[in-house]
């Protein structure tokens, strides 16, 4: 996978990673990118197309599906995570909403397309999907439940031609960690971190020196091994995603 010459579409594109990664998709020679946002967005590239685009919005992405020709890469990127200390269930619900349910419903959505090109999904999520951060436990249990879906779209998928990227990121220099006072990479870092992993292949994409520093461990670990071994079990006659 080449970003050089393919159709990506970002979800959650007008500041922080995503907006990093349009600019480093553009960079890499992408012949179009579709910049998923909640509000138009001007773009002076003229290889980039604003789309408007709520991830939790059924009519915005049903919408934004018939604007877009072809599609080589999706980045599940648009994203919520509000201090919470689980004594109100709403907050549970609020990030599902966007962390889990957008980023399946806008998968399942682009999915013939990405079928049609054998194309890739790449889904931002978070050192905090493998261990819960107690300051922010319902945006956690939001990735987290997010990587296990990303896990199980890998498997369901890989029959399919479609590859599936889970991105473990750390703290990254944006308006959703303001309020955390610890070393943190720049959006651009993570962007190209992002784009390095998927153009090597990675399944699992370390981008910033935090996530780095747990890569190895990761990928020689028992849940890597067993995450290997439950795809086994998917019947070569199961029912199609998409
Ligand atoms: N920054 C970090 O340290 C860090 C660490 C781990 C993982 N991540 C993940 O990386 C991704 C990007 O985070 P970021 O740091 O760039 O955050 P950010 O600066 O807060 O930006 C979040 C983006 O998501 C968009 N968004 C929120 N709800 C949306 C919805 N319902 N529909 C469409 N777009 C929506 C926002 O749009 P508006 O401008 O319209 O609000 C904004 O573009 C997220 O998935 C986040 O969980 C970030």
Redesign the pocket.
């Known amino acids: 996978m080449t970003i050089a010459d393919k159709a990506v579409l970002i ?8 907006r990093a990664l349009v600019e480093e998709a553009l960079r890499r020679g992408a012949k179009r990118v579709y910049a998923g ?3 138009p967005l001007a773009h002076i590239d003229g290889r980039a197309r604003s789309l408007t ?4 919005n059924t009519e915005q992405i049903q919408a934004a599906v018939k604007r877009v020709e072809s599609l080589d890469v999706l980045i599940n ?5 509000l201090y919470d200390n689980l004594t109100n269930l709403d907050a549970i619900g609020q990030h599902l909403a ?2 889990l349910f ?1 980023m399946f419903n806008v998968t399942r959505a682009f999915l013939p397309l990405l079928k049609r090109s054998k194309g890739a999904i790449v889904n ?1 999520l ?1 050192l905090v999907a493998l261990a819960g951060l107690p300051v922010i436990p319902a945006y956690s249990i939001s990735k987290a439940a997010a990587f296990t879906m990303t896990q199980s779209l890998r498997a369901l998928l890989a029959g399919q031609g479609v590859t599936v990227h889970a991105v473990v ?4 220099d ?4 303001r309020g955390f006072d610890i070393p ?1 990479a720049s ?1 651009e870092s993570a962007a190209q971190g992002i784009f390095d992993g998927l153009e090597k292949g990675e399944d699992d994409i370390f981008p910033d020196p935090a996530s780095q520093s747990i890569a190895a461990d990761w990928r020689t670990g028992a849940a890597k091994a067993l995450e290997r071994q439950f795809a086994g079990f998917v019947p070569e006659t199961a029912a199609t995603l998409g």
């Not at 944006?174 to 960690?177: H, V």
Request: net charge positive; proline share 6%.
């Open positions: 979800t959650g594109a007008n500041r922080g990673i995503g946002t909640r509000q685009l709520d991830v939790t990127n648009a994203g919520i995570a966007v962390n957008g931002n978070s990121l750390g703290p990254i944006t308006d959703m960690n943190k959006p």
